[in-house]
């Protein structure tokens, strides 16, 4: 049995580099945006997408192939990455991060603002996924770093 690189040089619609290019990128902290991905479901993660991507490519027709393009490609395979990392991690926490990959994390700290320095940092102790109606919410716990007083807020996700 061929390895997956194998694979995907063996075929013409999913450029290898694209995919390795989107490994590198979504494992890798790049400047303001963090890997939302565990260490622990890299492996499997890449293994799993990119077989899955190699089956997607495999049922889509010779007229069909001809009129994806790269953007398309790329979209689909960031697509079957997410999809398929909800499926690997362990916890509730986890998957908020995968689904919301730009939205703050436990243990992130933030500096409250119109409160004086020494008093205005706080970390994210908890988070909390809530939904009401058609509305999604994020709602945050934080902990004062001085004080140790906990206070929260919320906010509304994208959807």
């Known amino acids: 049995m ?17 995919v390795h290019a989107a ?3 979504w494992f890798s902290d790049n400047e303001h945006i963090r890997s ?3 260490t622990y479901i890299r492996e499997k993660l890449q293994a799993l997408a990119t077989q ?6 495999a049922q889509i027709s010779e007229k069909a192939k001809k009129e994806i393009n790269d953007e ?3 979209e ?3 697509e079957i990455i997410f999809e398929i990392a909800l499926n690997l991690v362990q916890t509730d926490d986890e998957k908020l991060t995968i689904r919301y990959p730009f939205i703050l994390r436990l243990g992130d700290t933030i500096k409250v603002k119109d409160v004086p320095e020494e008093t205005a940092l706080s970390r994210v102790k908890e988070r909390q996924y809530e939904k009401r ?18 206070w929260n807020t919320e906010f509304e996700l994208p959807e």
């Open 72 to 74: 398309i490609l790329a």
């Open 23 to 25: 490994f590198q990128f």
């Open 2 to 18: 061929s390895t997956l690189d194998e694979k995907l040089k063996a075929q013409e619609l999913i450029d290898p580099e694209m």
């Open 133 to 150: 109606g058609d509305q999604a919410f994020m709602k945050v716990t934080f902990e004062n770093a001085t004080s140790g007083e906990h």
């Open 36 to 38: 939302p991905f565990p």
């Open 52 to 57: 899955k991507m190699l089956d997607w490519g």
């Open 76 to 78: 689909k395979f960031e």
